[in-house]
């Protein structure tokens, strides 16, 4: 996913809980907040918790959002003090039991998806086939890096060399895939726009 | 709170070492606060949740399978750690500034720093396969060094489609010890660290490893270890 520059449109369809809005909105900041969440919380449900507590405090607060391109930092404030707090008690309103909204962990289900696994075997094909067997000890993350590090006799500058290559591969093998039409900022709220 | 700029994120490795948690808090706080509002790291750290989450399903799905090319452990490397040095360690490869930190912790027993003596004896060998063990270049091309040393070598001029590379210590044909240079390492001086060795003759034979895990020898130096 690209980076974008948010505009009053958009915040303005987000305020109106547009789907199409909120679904470019989760998948754009569910893997930014992933592993910040996720280090600090024990389960994946726990997760879950926090980031649909993150999501809503930010589509409840919007009002408080002065300058739209700064929303990527005011969500990061958010899930900051979120996850300071832990609040865990369930809201009155669920991003997920409301109807025909969408839920933000759908965006989990597609990281896994075949399509991404072909895209990460792939990346992975690339490097040699050590490197890319120690990449995958360290994503099973089943034993402590040191010891993974130690058992392929590499340190952890070379650990993140790889980890930056496997990256970049990753990206150069999804730039292959056909382009979706890139939204601009202009094309959010452009029907809405549009007298009746 | 600190701010960051992307210059900083690219100079500490902040995408790597964040998805690594290799962090201190405040690292993370302030890299938090910069990922959110550049568009370089964001999409560093989009790929990188992505390649980590699926990599972790790939790597399940895998487990079953044997590995292609299972890790060779070289007995007696640990690369990158450098002190202490147990008795029974023949050499270590030693980042630059953990050499540089070692030789100052040392102090009064500082290692000797051995630069290769004509660094262009490590040079590419046209791609011809060598055998291991076979010296190349004359007398000239010998380094003299004790056990404890930190020698340096270059990789000059690079082998244009190595994925990184092995540097293997042998003696008479036999190979003893190797370690892995990153790409990144190799674009510097590299420094090894030599440990306990008895006293001869020893070969160091640098290996370009390609994408299909082919090694091609590229250079080769003597190296005469003395008493320490």
Redesign the interface.
């Known amino acids: 996913m690209a980076f974008f520059t948010f505009d009053d449109h958009y915040v303005r369809r987000l305020r109106e809980r547009d789907r199409e809005t909120l679904e470019h909105f989760y998948a754009y900041f569910f893997a930014l907040l992933y592993h910040m969440v996720r280090r600090k919380t024990a389960s994946d449900d726990e997760a879950k918790d926090v980031m649909q507590d993150i999501f809503l405090r930010v589509l409840q607060e919007l009002d408080k959002l002065r300058e739209p391109s700064r929303l990527g930092p005011f969500v990061c404030g958010f899930a900051k003090n979120i996850l300071r707090e832990h609040v865990r008690m369930r809201r009155h309103e669920s991003l997920t039991d409301a109807p025909d909204r969408p839920d933000p962990f759908n965006f989990l289900k597609e990281l896994e998806s075949k399509e991404m696994r072909e895209h990460v075997r792939a990346a992975l094909s690339r490097l040699e086939p050590r490197e890319a067997s120690l990449l995958k000890a360290v994503f099973l993350d089943e034993a402590d890096r040191d010891e993974i590090c130690l058992e392929y006799g590499v340190n952890r500058d070379y650990l993140r060399v790889l980890l930056h290559r496997a990256i970049e591969h990753l990206r150069a093998e999804l730039a292959k895939e056909p382009k979706k039409t890139p939204r601009s900022p202009e094309t959010f709220g452009c029907l809405s726009a549009l007298p009746l | 709170m600190k701010t960051m700029e992307h210059t900083d994120a690219i100079r500490m ?1 902040a ?8 962090m201190s808090e405040e690292e993370r ?1 302030i890299f ?2 910069h ?6 790291c ?22 079953s399978q044997p ?8 007995p007696g ?5 450098v002190l202490p040095m147990p008795a029974r360690k023949r050499w270590r ?1 030693v ?1 630059q500034a953990a050499a540089a930190s070692l030789l100052l912790a040392f102090g009064a027993q500082i290692p000797r720093v051995v630069q290769m003596v004509r660094p262009d004896a490590l040079r590419l060998s046209g791609m011809v396969p060598i055998a291991v063990g076979q010296i190349r270049g004359g007398p000239d091309d010998v380094s003299h060094a004790r056990p404890g040393d930190v020698i340096y070598f270059d990789i000059t001029p690079p082998d244009p489609q190595a ?2 590379y092995v540097a293997n210590l042998n003696r008479r044909g036999k190979s003893l010890d190797e ?2 240079i ?4 190799a674009m510097k001086s590299v420094p090894l660290l030599l440990g306990e060795l008895p006293a001869g003759s020893y070969v160091l034979v640098i290996e370009s ?1 390609r ?1 299909d ?1 082919k090694r091609y020898p590229v250079a080769s130096s003597v190296i005469e270890v003395g008493e320490r």
Not at chain 2, 67 to 74: C, D, Y
Not at chain 2, 77 to 81: L, M, T
Request: glycine content about 10%.
């Open positions: 490795n995408v790597e070492r964040y998805l690594l948690d290799e706080a938090e606060e990922f959110f509002d550049c568009g370089d964001m999409a560093a750290i989009t790929a990188g949740t992505q390649l980590m989450i699926a990599g972790k399903a790939v790597a399940k799905e895998d487990g590995v292609e090319n299972p890790p060779e452990i070289a490397i640990q690369a990158g750690n490869w980042p994925h990184s370690v892995t990153s790409l990144e390492h490893v994408k895990g």
